[in-house]
């Protein structure tokens, strides 16, 4: 079973890099991000006021990497990140129910209701 | 400077943050802010957004190897990330509230702190006359371990679980607060407080990181600080940077490696709490 996290582990973090790279492949390639920022400058990196642009909802990042837009790929490779600890607690709480451990599958199905909490955040 | 390399120095940049921070056993996120918002004058919210993902991406390729590893607490660990996730959540809502300047400064304390035990031996080995408490008792948290370096198996109580909690849910805040990993501040919660044996500490911190990152990252991702142009670069740097830094650590003397970063650790807390008083140097 150890092992068997262990290698979903590396595969999480494994494509979560090849998205992230191909992401900023695609950003240079085609010079946009996929949302309309053309031309792309340095301001964008700096500048707090481009928020608004940056704060999508997995809905729509999804819906964004089948048509390549680069920022997509890039923001699905950071879920796909955050997404690896949330699945070692999901995994965790498998093993705890497998072990009878009753006390403890609740306490990790707490954690893992406060991770969801956060990831689905709204406002 | 473009774009592209402002972006390729950013990941430059950021792969010395992971290597010095793999060396220094503190991690990348306390390096990365000081180094975007310092060293590239990018905004701190982006600055943390970043660093927490990175956070992410080191603990959990750093677990790849260790989820064998039968000195993490499994059951502490858990029941601990109940204050962990919770102050981490508090943490990243603060910090959408205050000004940026308390951000600088309580990001500055709080690398100051973490500095300590690089200079300080904390924490016992093994633990002699822990009397484990009604808590600790009433979650099992005692457990065992095969300690390759001494030769024996270790058994282990754990004590004064309230404070243990209280102290990691200030770590949580941390984490949600600044964008770091606070293993030194979990670390100081199970070794000290609850005083478990240091290499189930430590082990077990490792754990916590990734998950206690992961509860805050969500809201930062939600609340678009989550800047793919420099978030991108960011975790991929990190997570070479750390790569290396592990395999070399590997090779050195631990002791004297840790001691010859505290200097250049104390200088970026001073700099960045001067930052949130205004003064830019």
Known sequence: MAT?????????????AL??????????????????????????????????VFSQSIGDVLRGILTHKPFAVI?????????????????????????????????????LIFLLISLFWIG | MNLEELMATIFAG???????????????????VPLLTIGFGIDIHY???????????????????????????????????????????????????????VLFIVFGLVLAISVAPLIMRLGEELPKGVKEGALSQRLRLGSSYYDVVLGQTVNYKVTRVPLGFG???????????????SGTFKVLAMD?????????STTTSNFMIGVTAAASAGI????????????????????????????????????????????????IALEMILRGFGVHT
């Open chain 2, 47 to 101: 600055a943390i957004g970043a660093s927490i993902v990175s956070v992410i991406g080191t603990s959990s390729g750093a677990a790849v190897a260790y989820v064998r590893d039968q000195m993490t607490n499994l059951r502490a660990g858990m029941f601990l990330e109940l204050a962990t996730t919770t102050g981490a959540i508090v943490g990243a809502l603060v910090a959408g509230l205050v000004h940026h300047a």
């Open chain 2, 14 to 32: 950021s792969v010395v943050a992971g290597l010095v921070g793999a060396l220094a056993g503190l991690g990348g996120g306390v390096l990365i």
């Open chain 2, 220 to 267: 930062y991702f939600n609340r678009g600080e989550v800047n793919p142009l420099i978030a991108a670069p960011v975790a991929l740097g990190v997570l070479l940077g750390a790569a290396i830094g592990t395999r070399l650590l590997v090779r050195m003397h631990n002791v004297t490696v840790r001691k010859l970063f505290v200097p250049l650790l104390l200088i």
């Open chain 1, 4 to 16: 068997v996290i262990s290698f979903l582990l590396a595969i999480g973090v494994g494509l979560s």
């Open chain 2, 192 to 200: 000290t407080a609850m005083r478990m044996p240091m290499k189930v």
């Open chain 1, 75 to 111: 923001e699905v490779g950071v879920l796909l990140l955050i997404a690896t600890p949330v699945f070692r607690v999901a995994a965790s709480i498998v093993l705890f129910l497998m072990e009878r451990d009753f006390l403890y599958t609740l306490i990790t199905l707490w954690v």
């Open chain 1, 19 to 52: 998205l992230l790279i191909a992401g900023v492949v695609l950003l240079l390639i085609t010079g946009t991000t996929g949302y309309g920022h053309e031309p792309l400058t340095p301001p964008l990196l700096l500048s707090p006021e481009n928020t608004g």
């Open chain 2, 167 to 181: 102290m990691m849910w200030i770590a949580g805040l941390f984490s949600g607060l600044l964008g770091i990993g």
